[in-house]
């Protein structure tokens, strides 16, 4: 660390750089690098991405997850960026070649938040209300709930959706709780929701460290701050979505929780009104003697498993999403 710059590739959005910033401040605790020491020696790149620039259409039309990772994919590979920090809720499933994940941070809190004022129920909400997102999965699970529901387009980072909301357009909307407590906006939050109300995306609340294949260096610098519970969870919960052809075109939620020996998972899909739901739930035992490599392909197996059957459940009603 102290004779090469380690340089760490960023969407420039604030929640991007904190979640940058926060990857930094975790390797210079573990290389005894003070405040000043991490900014010289650790660098942060900024990227502006496709998603980024994308306000006016869903991520459906304009190609998918992707949108939010190829320009650090590209710069990864060039070796402009030595590690990509992503939300690994918009990672495609499909890694680049030349790229792997040396690992997963601790994860945040993964509910969903009901933005919505001084209203702290969806049941509280105006007769008829109109909803602020850009996502199918929140779509359909709101329909759920509160089939009178209308919806209208919202883009952009956490700032410009909680200006959008307090300048009337809407009555709600849903942000990731991970995303408020990392901005240090958690007070903006009208309710966190339960996963029994609405199961979170696949991989929300995960921060994800890329970095090329074979960097043995960068790896075993990102080691000492990486989670190996997080990657588990997130080893089932991206093999359901990988299972499924899982895209910003299919409504999609699930929710790995590791307790002691035992993991809980829950994946489901729904239909894109709200009309059905299609759910797995399963337990995955993990005793001490498994390694983390066979822990990982046990959850992996376990959430592919998951997805495989309810894509055979729901057949053709499912198929016109994907």
């Not at 990988?242 to 299919?250: E, I, N, V």
């Not at 998972?265 to 993990?286: M, N, P, S």
């Not at 001490?288 to 053709?316: P, W, Y």
């Amino acid at each position: 660390m102290t004779q090469a710059l380690l340089t760490l590739g960023s969407r420039g959005s604030p929640l991007a750089l904190a979640q940058a910033r926060l990857t930094r401040k975790l390797i210079a605790g573990q290389s005894g690098l003070d405040a000043d020491e991490a900014k010289q020696q650790i660098a942060i790149k900024t990227f502006t991405t496709s998603g980024d620039q994308l306000q006016d259409r869903t991520l459906v039309e304009a190609g998918g997850k992707g949108l939010f990772t190829k320009e650090l994919d590209a710069a990864l590979i060039a070796g402009q960026i030595d590690v990509s920090v992503h939300s690994m809720k918009d990672v495609p499933t499909l890694e680049p070649e030349g790229l792997e994940f040396a690992g997963m941070l601790p994860r945040e809190d993964p509910r969903e938040a009901l933005i919505a004022g001084q209203i702290n129920s969806l049941d509280d909400l105006p007769k008829n209300p109109v909803i602020g997102t850009a996502s199918v999965r929140r779509q359909a699970q709101v329909l759920t709930l509160r089939p009178d529901a209308k919806f209208v387009l919202l883009r952009g980072n956490v700032g410009t959706r909680l200006k959008r909301l307090k300048e009337g357009r809407f009555d709600a909307t849903f942000l990731a709780f991970a995303g408020l407590k990392r901005l240090g906006m958690a007070e903006h939050a009208s309710a966190v929701l339960s996963t029994q109300q609405m199961l979170p995306s696949p991989a929300q609340g995960a921060i994800g460290l890329q970095i090329r294949t074979n960097d043995h260096k960068t790896a075993k610098i990102l080691s000492a701050i990486c989670c190996q519970k997080t990657q588990i969870e997130l080893a089932a919960e991206r093999s359901f979505l990988a299972a499924l052809d899982g895209s910003c075109r299919t409504p999609i939620a699930a929710l790995a929780q590791i307790s002691g020996h035992d993991m809980s998972f829950c994946g489901e899909v729904y239909a894109l009104d709200g009309t059905q739901i299609w759910r797995e739930q399963q337990k995955l035992h993990l005793p001490e003697f498994m390694n983390f490599s066979q822990k990982l392909t046990a959850a992996s197996q376990m959430g592919a498993k998951a997805g495989q059957r309810i894509a055979k459940l729901a057949g053709n009603a499912i198929r016109f999403a994907l």
